[in-house]
Each structure stands twice: as C-alpha cells, then as structure tokens.
C-alpha cells in the first residue's frame, strides 16, 4: 500500500504560536464575558479573579503575537507571500474557495486549494487572516494594554474609558465569533481531525493520498 504523501506546513514556532494564542484567545472571551456580563456569567466566583486571568493572559497573547510577527518578518520572511492575495486570488480564487466551503465539499469534491510551504492558506484564509493579524488584533491588544496600563485621565485624552473599552468589546466579539467558525472550517479537512493533527504534527497527509 503506498505511503500517505505529506507535506511539512507548520514548524515548530508557528505550532507554539498557533496554540498559545489559541487557548489564549478562548480564555480570554470566557473571562472577558464574566467581565462584561457578570450578572449572567459565573465562571468565576470572585470578580477580581476573572479581570486578573484576563489582564495576565491578555500580556500572555501580545508577546505571542510578537512571537508570530518576528518569525513570519524576519526569520522565515514569509509575511507577505503567505498573508497578502494575489490578483487570481482575488479574481477567481475567492469564489472557487467558497463554493467549495458552501456547496462542493457537501458533493465529496476535492478541495480546490493545495497547501505549500509557500502557499499554505487558500484564497479566504488569506483575506480573513490578513485583516485579523495586522487590524484587528493590534486593535484589541492595544486597547487591552490601555485598559490594564493606563490611567483614566490618560484614558480621556484618547476619547475617554468608555470609548476604549466599547472599542475593545466589539472586536472581543468579533473574535468570539470568529473561534467558533475557524473550529467549524477547521473540520473540513480529508478527514475531520486532519487541519488539528496538522497543527499539532507540523505534517500534513496530501488530500487523495
């Protein structure tokens, strides 16, 4: 029987990173949530200890951020050929992505994107995580730094707390939609446990092999 064809996706600094921010990101939308709705979320029976997870676990996630961001500028380089869309990308490789995530992997058809090395996200990936990588989580890191670090008089020339944390709080919620859709597209793999074990193995087994 021939051997599954694979190819190596993820070195190691990308699987440390990927995983940090990951629990990292789940944690704090649980304790944020307490944070903002303790009336109604409980996880924490003390108050303080839900901003103090937060507020610790939120430093924990901007130096993993500095982790990606360094490895993917300056160390493999990687930075623009993997997160910026090329023109067929954009013409016709966003639609081709799509209907597959919509209709054709539901018909048992091949997904149309190859990952490489070089190429590692398919055309939606590329768009979505480009926006969230360089946007929207400096956003909500700074934000967040402000909130912990921050004085409420220095908070006021900025527009005042309010702003800031109805800033902080709508990109908080973005994210908390956005884990629940990456866990979903995460399972349309060949097989619905073959992205995890990608993540977690650095390899990933050709789909068809």
């Known amino acids: ?15 440390i990173w990927h995983w940090i921010h990951a629990f990292g990101i789940v944690t704090l939308c649980i304790t944020g949530a ?3 709705f303790p009336e109604y979320v409980h996880l ?15 430093i ?11 490895y993917y500028l300056f160390i493999s380089r990687k930075m623009r050929k993997l997160y910026i869309p090329t023109m067929d990308d954009i013409k016709t490789g966003i639609i081709r992505q799509a ?11 091949p997904n149309p994107h190859h990952s490489t090395p070089d190429n590692k996200f398919n055309p939606m990936q ?16 700074v934000t967040g730094l402000l909130l912990i670090f ?12 309010k702003i800031v944390i109805g800033i902080h709080f709508l990109v908080a919620s973005f994210f908390a939609a956005f884990v629940i859709v990456h866990f979903y597209l995460a399972t349309l793999g060949h097989t619905f446990w073959a992205h995890f074990i990608t993540m977690i193995t650095g390899w990933e087994e050709e789909e068809g092999h």
């Open 34 to 36: 307490q944070i903002r």
């Open 150 to 161: 921050i004085t409420p008089t220095w908070l006021a020339a900025l527009g005042g707390v």
């Open 1 to 15: 029987m021939e051997e599954p064809k694979k190819v190596y996706l993820n070195p190691v600094p990308v699987r």
């Open 44 to 58: 924490f029976n003390n108050y303080k200890s839900a901003i103090m997870v937060h507020d610790y676990v939120g």
């Open 60 to 70: 924990t996630v901007c130096l993993d951020y500095s982790i990606w961001f360094i």
């Open 126 to 141: 590329k768009i979505a995580y480009l926006m969230i990588m360089t946007t929207l989580v400096p956003i909500i890191l």
């Open 99 to 109: 209907t597959f995530y919509g209709l054709n992997y539901f018909r048992g058809l």
